[in-house]
């Protein structure tokens, strides 16, 4: 008697059984080949799955005899090689990105949330800083460094002397300094 095989096997068995491991044999003798072939043109990565992929539709003929299976085979494996670049090109697969790849050059250069959020409350207290300042100091600061006046622009601007300036944007920056400061803001150059 013989011994039973699991039903999944039983088409598998039959088939090898029924074809005398002529086709088996065809596929072992050509598929190297076959990879070196397809290597050439599509690269030892590609090569190897192309080549599965033309003996599994190779399967459909192997009632074929060996001297015709030969062609055949090599002429699905180009089928299959144009299918994958038209699919490729489709999809332009050129420009995707791997995800096994650094990530460093996918990196924003938008600042974090958290930072972001810092640096508006950081703004918002040398606004509120800003405004503390006496009303002619604030004046000439923001003459300054927010319209971009020269001191002897400033001086005619507001009439008075280029040295009153001087004095007004060194008050403004050591208020400042002080205000920004106590609130932990201590930073050169922030003012």
Do not use: W
Not at 8 to 13: N, R, T
Not at 103 to 109: E, I, N, P
Not at 112 to 130: W, Y
């Amino acid at each position: 008697m013989a011994p039973t095989l699991p039903r999944d096997e039983e088409p598998v068995a039959a088939a090898a059984s029924a074809d005398g491991d002529g086709f088996d044999r065809f596929l072992r003798e050509h598929q190297a080949a076959l990879i070196a072939f397809l290597a050439r043109r599509a690269g030892d990565e590609d090569a190897k799955d192309i080549a599965q992929e033309a003996m599994v539709r190779l399967m459909r003929y192997r009632a074929q005899p060996a001297d015709q299976l030969r062609p055949l085979m090599y002429r699905i494996a180009l089928n299959v090689l144009n299918d994958r670049g038209r699919r490729d090109s489709t999809r332009q697969a050129s420009a995707h990105v791997s995800l096994d790849q650094d990530f460093l050059g996918l990196a924003s250069a938008e600042p974090s949330h958290d930072q972001r959020i810092a640096n508006e409350q950081e703004l918002a207290l040398v606004r509120a800083a800003i405004l503390q300042l006496p009303e002619r100091c604030r004046q000439v600061y923001l003459l300054n460094r927010i319209d971009g006046m020269s001191y002897s622009q400033i001086a005619s601007h507001c009439g008075i002397s280029v040295k009153a300036v001087e004095k007004h944007i060194g008050k403004a920056l050591g208020l400042l300094r002080l205000k920004l400061k106590s609130s932990g803001i201590s930073r050169e150059g922030q003012a």
